[in-house]
């Protein structure tokens, strides 16, 4: 028996807009990952990084295609199921960080199991821990606001790292850091994927993309064939 890929695309599309002003962001996206595998996925600004995260995190319901998380096809799912899935099994790490303004670092790092019905105690163990491990610990008792970028971005981290599920998925996740903190954080990603979650990091930098498995190249909302493409050293070092 074929075992069931933690999280799989099939002809994923996305198209933002209608008509004239319609922009075809994703197109044609066939993706597998299994536990235990890193994906790193490069690619221009514009080139539809976040749209194809945004899909494979249930955030965004895709204009064509299939998107199962352990077998589960999430577009056939109603928002609220889709919601229940997305807690239990996914980390996200946005772009943009967003954290919650009135809570505290800690809080925001255990809300994920909080919503989920974990005991306070339970929750605020695993945020601390989370915490720990991409080494802001003691950011716990501060707002977001009294963080910086970077610092904000570890938070984030952590409220995807809680509670060890089983995909992870990280936009631009070392954007705001310097190189020893990227490291760092590329560190405790690594450890959760060899304890066997699913991942995908979206990623400017090869050096960090050198931590995953394989690496898939973007362009114009398309998966670049690596083998034909003349052109990935240019998609490399472009910002
Ligand atoms: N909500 C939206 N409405 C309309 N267009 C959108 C929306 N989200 C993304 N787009 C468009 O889809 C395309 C892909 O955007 P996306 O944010 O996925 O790119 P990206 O590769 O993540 O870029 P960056 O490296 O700058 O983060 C772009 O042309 C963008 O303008
Ligand atoms: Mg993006």
Do not use: C
Not at 13 to 41: C, H, M, N, S
Not at 67 to 95: C, H, K, N, W
Not at 205 to 230: H, K, M, Y
């Amino acid at each position: 028996m074929t075992p069931v890929a933690p999280l799989r695309l099939a002809g994923v599309g996305q198209e933002y807009g209608t008509g004239r002003a319609a922009v075809r962001a994703l197109d044609g996206i066939d993706l597998d990952l299994r536990p235990g595998e890193l994906l790193a996925v490069m690619g221009p600004s514009g080139s539809g990084k976040s749209s194809l995260l945004a899909i494979a995190g249930g955030l965004e319901v895709p204009t064509e295609g299939r998107v199962e998380v352990d077998g589960v096809d999430i577009i056939a799912l109603d928002p609220a199921e889709r919601a229940t899935i997305r807690r239990r099994s996914i980390g996200y790490v946005f772009q943009n960080y967003n954290l919650i303004p009135s809570l505290s670092a800690v809080e925001n790092a255990e809300m994920p199991l909080q919503l989920d019905g974990a005991s306070p105690r339970a929750a605020r163990a695993a945020a601390l821990a989370a915490l720990d491990e991409v080494h802001a610990a003691d950011l716990a008792g501060r707002f977001p606001e009294e963080l910086s970028g970077g610092q904000q971005q570890l938070v984030a981290i952590a409220r995807a790292l809680v509670g060890r599920r089983a995909i992870i998925l990280a936009d631009e996740p070392t954007g705001a850091l310097d190189s020893v903190t990227g490291e760092q954080v590329m560190i405790a990603l690594r450890d959760h994927i060899d304890a066997g979650a699913a991942g995908i990091l979206v990623t400017h930098e090869a050096r960090f993309a050198a931590w995953a498995d394989r690496t898939v190249f973007l362009r114009d909302g398309r998966i670049v064939d690596r083998s034909r493409d003349d052109s990935i050293a240019d998609l490399l070092t472009r910002p």
